[in-house]
């Protein structure tokens, strides 16, 4: 691997992203301000800053993922691993009629970064993400799907992004490997939230997120309720940012979901969203003895 400059405040840590060669020699040559030329793609360029401050907690809902679990916890480790930060995964079941809890069990006897919650019954994916937020140790929470259509090696990047002072970072999947219907419900229902909640974003269904656990606790909860974070912490004062971010085809399992019932429940959703982001309450103290 040949030199390239680093930038004052960088350092070089080592990855295995699953990404886009061409698009990843972009964002190391912005990092670097001049030319990077390299033979791997297996380093990446992390602000020293955020490597002293930041501790994390990775939150995954489960559902019927069994195929997919040793793989995307592997590629988590590749990911985080080498950035020399604190970091869990959180693992919430929920009510798999798999044998997804016994691939979960096993990786947790072998693995202390994964903790795990179980349902007794299928709750949906809402519930799940707040089960998992509960559960988190630290104030950094990034969010992602089991199916590894989210890519883990995404990750750096979006804390970099987190690192410069705001509350959310959402993934943009500018090049999904959706079918053709699913990307047109997606633009559908996306084009209507935007219109109703007035927020900015362009792809809030990406699972793929990075928040903070302490305004993440203080959201009203709601069925589907993960579908609007970014509206719901906007509203609560949250600065978000959007980075864009590989996106892969499923190869195990199977769609949780449909393609234009979900798009016409979201847009029932909203009314009730839209509600509450007009009565949302929130305050900021001038002194305290508490």
């Known amino acids: 691997m040949k030199k390239i400059r680093i930038p004052s405040g960088c350092c070089v840590v080592e990855s295995c992203p699953d990404r886009n060669l061409p698009r990843f020699r972009r964002d190391i040559e912005r990092a670097a301000a001049g030319p990077a030329l390299f033979t791997s793609v297996r380093f990446f360029l992390i602000p020293t800053d955020m490597l002293k401050t930041q501790a994390i907690s990775i939150v995954v809902p489960i559902y019927n993922e069994e195929g997919n679990l040793e793989r995307l916890f592997s590629e988590i480790r590749a990911a985080v691993g080498p950035l020399g930060l604190e970091w869990e995964a959180v693992f919430v079941d929920d009510g798999s009629s798999d044998a997804s809890m016994d691939v979960i069990r096993t990786l947790a006897g072998q693995h202390p970064e994964l903790r795990y919650l179980s349902f007794a019954a299928n709750q949906g994916q809402s519930a799940a993400f707040c089960a998992g937020f509960d559960a988190a140790r630290h104030d950094t929470v990034v969010t992602m799907d089991a199916d590894l259509q989210n890519d883990p090696g995404d990750i750096p990047a979006m804390l970099e992004k987190y690192a410069q002072g705001y509350d959310m970072v959402i993934g943009w999947r500018a090049?999904?490997?959706?079918?053709?219907?699913?990307r047109w419900a997606s633009r559908l229902a996306n084009a209507i939230r935007r219109s109703i909640t007035?927020?900015?974003?362009h792809d809030t269904g990406c699972s793929l997120k990075v928040m903070r656990r302490s305004m993440l606790l203080r959201l009203p909860r709601f069925k589907n309720m993960h579908r609007y974070l970014p509206p719901l912490l906007q509203a609560q004062g949250a600065r978000i940012a959007e980075v864009k971010v590989n996106h892969r085809p499923r190869n195990e399992g199977y769609s949780k979901y449909g393609t234009w019932d979900r798009a016409v429940a979201?847009?029932?959703d909203l009314f009730g969203v839209r509600w509450l982001l007009t009565r949302t309450v929130r305050y900021d103290l001038k002194d305290h003895n508490l």
Request: charge should be positive.
């Open 175 to 182: 090049q999904r490997k959706d079918t053709r219907a699913k």
């Open 266 to 268: 979201g847009v029932y």
């Open 198 to 201: 007035r927020d900015t974003v």
